[in-house]
């Protein structure tokens, strides 16, 4: 199921285009193909299954997570975001609920024009809900870069991110109250369930651009809302 939306009302940016189709692979458990801008991953979820004795813990599941480049050898910087993207799943999948099993998400990056970050968590998000694996909350990722004249871009390409001075993703958790959710606004919460950043920058540009991937991040929850009930009612 396809669902498409252009954002706007979000500081430094005009038009974001996000792009969400799910159960696009018939042997995954659930699966979801994440487009934004310039950049597209596609992720598939397995389990929970029975994980392998050899990693098996007797009172939660394990998360594994495997990240696969767009082209070539998976490099260090691809197993760092394996660790990140682990993380954050690892805190809104109650894993006490499924001991000794495992549950494996597969990212593979199909298009990459910068960001690819937060669309592979969401990609991950959107994927877990696919395959019916609980989870304490959504999540929504957002990245942001400092340019030369200090200056915020959410969701920059290769170019804007190679030429920042500094570069910022932050991921969290929200959910819909009963007000809100009828009018389709979610309520992010203040907590961070990840983190990530690179560059030189102060303390203001930190809590700014925290402030500013987190007014998106309500955009892109918007939007996970939207895409996931054209979904269900496709089913009906």
Request: hydrophobic share 45%; aromatic share 6%.
């Amino acid at each position: 199921m396809n669902a498409m939306l252009s954002v706007s009302g979000v500081p430094s940016v005009c038009a974001w285009t996000l792009v969400c189709e799910r159960s696009v692979l018939d042997r995954a458990d659930g699966s979801a193909k994440w487009s934004q801008e310039g950049s597209s991953v596609l992720a598939a979820v397995y389990g929970p299954r029975q994980a392998k004795v050899q990693k098996e813990d007797a009172e939660r599941a394990i998360v594994e997570v495997v990240y696969k480049p767009r082209a070539g050898l998976q490099s260090n910087e691809d197993r760092s975001l394996e660790m990140e993207i682990r993380g954050v799943l690892e805190g809104v999948i109650p894993l006490g609920m499924h001991p000794r099993t495992s549950i494996m998400v597969v990212l593979q990056v199909l298009q990459e024009d910068g960001s690819v970050l937060p669309c592979a968590l969401n990609a991950a998000c959107a994927a877990l809900v696919d395959a019916g694996v609980p989870m304490s909350s959504m999540y929504a990722s957002v990245a942001c870069a400092l340019t030369a004249d200090e200056r915020l871009l959410l969701d920059p390409d290769a170019a804007e991110e190679q030429a920042a001075k500094a570069r910022f993703c932050f991921t969290f958790p929200h959910h819909f109250d009963l007000v809100k959710a009828a009018e389709g606004e979610a309520v992010v919460s203040e907590g961070v369930l990840g983190s990530r950043s690179f560059g030189s920058f102060s303390t203001e540009h930190l809590l700014e651009a925290f402030q500013v991937c987190r007014l998106g991040c309500e955009r892109v929850a918007q939007f996970a809302r939207l895409s996931l009930t054209k979904s269900l009612q496709a089913i009906t």
